[in-house]
């Protein structure tokens, strides 16, 4: 059974910085992608930033720059690393990973595990 379990969040002043991780348990038994996902009250999930098992890796247009998207050689943790936070990124950000990969990707519907999330708020 794979489970992710995400931790790192918190409040932080707008510019301000955090890092996000995602434990990974169990056995995937293909190299999966990896991605982080976001959702904001009111409003659609969405995909924030992706990563293969070859360290290729994607970004929503919104936090290309600013975020970036890592693992451990292991590739039991996966990181989001957020610089110069704004107030739209608010939100609670799951963590998911596939069965498989293609490419890096930021489609919900290409993962099947998922987190329970943890809450991100920044303040203006």
């Known amino acids: 059974q794979v489970q992710l379990v995400e931790s790192g969040g918190g409040s932080v002043q707008a510019g301000g910085s955090l890092r996000l991780s995602c434990a990974v348990f169990?056995?995937?038994?293909?190299?999966?992608?990896m991605g982080w996902f976001r959702q904001a009250p009111g409003k659609e999930r969405e995909g924030v930033a992706g990563?293969?098992?070859?360290?290729?890796?994607s970004y929503a247009d919104s936090v290309k720059g600013r975020f970036t998207i890592s693992q451990n050689n292991a590739k039991t943790v996966l990181y989001l690393h957020m610089n110069s936070l704004k107030s739209e990124d608010t939100a609670m950000y799951y963590c998911?990973?596939?069965?498989?990969?293609?490419?890096?990707?930021?489609?919900?519907?290409?993962?099947?595990?998922w987190g329970q999330g943890t809450q991100v708020t920044v303040s203006s």
């Open positions: 998911a990973a596939s069965r498989g990969c293609m490419a890096p990707s930021t489609r919900s519907a290409e993962f099947r595990y």
């Open positions: 169990g056995y995937i038994y293909v190299n999966p992608c």
């Open positions: 990563i293969a098992s070859d360290g290729r890796s």
